[in-house]
């Protein structure tokens, strides 16, 4: 059974908001009230110190647990826990056999399967199944970057990608080529990389000539020998 948010009504009764929602979104009078502690960079209030602190390591980019089946690291031990859990498949997708780090997750999964998008984008009416995905969503239109980081200033509107943008200036490199032993800042890059060097696929195919490429970038260059076009 797909599991549905329980809905209150905001002031205008046309907008529907989760109680989840509710405990993210500052600006209410009764929150601030008992949501003392104010993010000062992206203005998100919390009950207590220790959740701000947690919270804030979004912002610095400070990943310190790492998984080791993955290594994908993460700034909490409780982040790290919910991402074990799909390696043990704790929560798994009957449907299609993907495993999440907790059930809410699961539910949300779940109604990709059932086409249930709850959230609608009040600005172009493009629909999402879960509120956060809403959330981030919004940021296209409103411009706002809330994650900054702390070296050089630069703003991005997922987490992810200031995690990912600080490896920048630490240098790390946490995922590393089995064949080889080249490191890379990113996962998606060592995929890149054990296609592009490693494997024999040649999936990209000219449609002049027939000739096979391990890339698109390989394979347009080539068809310009056809065309005559001029590289942009």
Do not use: W
Not at 173 to 197: A, D, M, W
């Amino acid at each position: 059974m797909i599991l549905k948010p329980n809905y209150v009504f905001a002031a205008s009764g046309s907008q529907l908001k989760t109680e989840a929602d509710n405990r993210d979104i500052t600006g209410h009078p009764h929150d601030d009230k008992t949501r003392s502690y104010l993010c000062k960079v992206c203005h998100k209030r919390f009950t207590r110190k220790s959740d701000l602190t947690r919270h804030s390591t979004r912002h610095t980019g400070e990943n310190e647990y790492s998984c080791t089946q993955c290594e994908k690291r993460f700034s909490s031990l409780s982040g790290l826990y919910s991402h074990m859990n799909i390696h043990a498949c704790k929560y798994k997708c009957t449907e299609c056999g993907r495993c999440f780090g907790d059930n809410s997750q699961l539910a949300v999964h779940r109604r990709s399967h059932s086409a249930e998008k709850l959230f609608e984008c009040t600005v172009c009416s493009k629909r999402f199944t879960s509120s956060s995905n809403l959330v981030v969503h919004s940021r296209i239109h409103s411009g706002e970057k809330p994650y900054k980081c702390h070296v050089c200033e630069k703003a991005f509107n997922v987490s992810s990608h200031l995690h990912r943008h600080m490896r920048v200036h630490t240098g790390d490199k946490h995922y590393k080529c089995s064949l080889c032993n080249k490191s890379f800042n990113q996962s998606s890059i060592l995929q890149q990389h054990k296609r592009h060097v490693h494997s024999n696929s040649r999936p990209y195919e000219c449609p002049y000539c027939g000739k096979l490429f391990k890339t698109k970038t390989h394979l347009k260059s080539h068809v310009r020998i056809h065309t005559g076009a001029k590289p942009h």
